[in-house]
C-alpha cells in the first residue's frame, strides 16, 4: 500500500517563530502533494500544491510568503509556517497520490500535524 | 461558496442498522467522487470511490450511489459497527487532481 509519513505530529512554538512540517512518500515517489489545513468542525482546505523541483501553487488566500513550500525530491515536501501567530493554529494534513492523473483510486494520507501557537 | 455540501454535521445510528451519509454538489464538472473516512488527530483513509460514469459503487459494506441529475451522493454501510463511529468526509474532483472536500459528517455507532 501507499504510505505517507507526515512529521511531527504536534508542535508548539512561540508567536513569531517558525515551524517546518515534514512530509514523506515511504514506498512510492510522490511528484505531486497537497498541503490541507482543517479548522475545528470545518472540512480540509486545499492550501497548496506541491511541485517536485518547481514551484508549488498556491490556493487563493493563502499567503506563500507565510507557507514556504519546498519540495526538493520525489518522496518529500516540507511546509514552513513563518513568523507564526496563534491565528495560524490548526491542522494541517498532506496527501499524495500514487498513481498520478486524474483518474485516481484515492490519494494517501499523511496523520497530520496539530499546530498551537503560543 | 461551497461547492460540495455534506448538511449533517452529525448522524447517530444502532449497531446492526444502516448507515446512510449524504453529499451534494454544486460543480457540474466533477467527474469523481471519493469518500473519506477521519478520526480525531489523524489524516483520513480512504474508503471508498465512484466515477461519474457509474450510478453505484460496492464494496463490502459500504455502498455509495451517485445521483447525477440530482448532484448528489450517499455512502451506505450496512451493518453499522462501533467500529465505523468516524468523521465522514465526501470529496470530489473534476479537472485537475485537486480534490473539494465537504464538511463532513460525524457518526456514531451505539452498541
Not at chain 1, 15 to 33: N, P
Not at chain 2, 69 to 96: E, M, N, R, T
Amino acid at each position: 500500500g501507499a504510505v505517507v509519513s507526515q512529521h511531527p505530529s504536534w508542535v508548539i512554538c512561540k508567536s513569531g517563530t517558525s515551524v517546518k512540517i515534514e512530509c514523506r512518500s515511504l514506498d512510492f515517489q510522490a511528484t505531486t502533494m497537497f498541503w490541507y489545513r482543517q479548522f475545528p468542525k470545518q472540512s480540509l482546505m486545499l492550501m497548496a500544491t506541491s511541485n517536485e523541483g518547481s514551484k508549488a501553487t498556491y490556493e487563493q488566500g493563502v499567503e506563500k510568503d507565510k507557507f514556504l513550500i519546498n519540495h526538493a525530491s520525489l518522496t518529500l515536501s516540507t511546509l514552513t509556517v513563518t513568523s507564526a501567530h496563534p491565528e495560524d493554529s490548526s491542522f494541517y494534513i498532506c496527501s499524495a497520490n500514487k498513481s498520478p492523473g486524474r483518474i485516481n483510486y484515492g490519494y494517501t494520507f499523511g496523520s497530520g500535524t496539530r499546530l498551537t501557537v503560543v | 461558496d461551497q461547492q460540495v455540501k455534506q448538511n449533517s454535521p452529525s448522524l447517530s445510528v444502532q449497531e446492526g442498522r444502516i448507515s446512510i451519509l449524504n453529499c451534494d454538489y454544486t460543480n457540474s464538472m466533477f467527474d469523481y467522487f471519493l469518500w473519506y473516512k477521519k478520526y480525531p488527530a489523524e489524516g483520513p483513509t480512504f474508503l471508498i470511490s465512484i466515477s461519474s460514469i457509474k450510478d453505484k459503487n460496492e464494496d463490502g459494506r459500504f455502498t455509495v450511489f451517485l445521483n447525477k441529475s440530482a448532484k448528489h451522493l450517499s455512502l451506505h454501510i450496512v451493518p453499522s459497527q462501533p467500529g465505523d463511529s468516524a468523521v465522514y468526509f465526501c470529496a470530489a474532483q473534476g479537472g485537475s487532481e485537486k480534490l473539494v472536500f465537504g464538511k463532513g459528517t460525524k457518526l456514531t455507532v451505539n452498541p
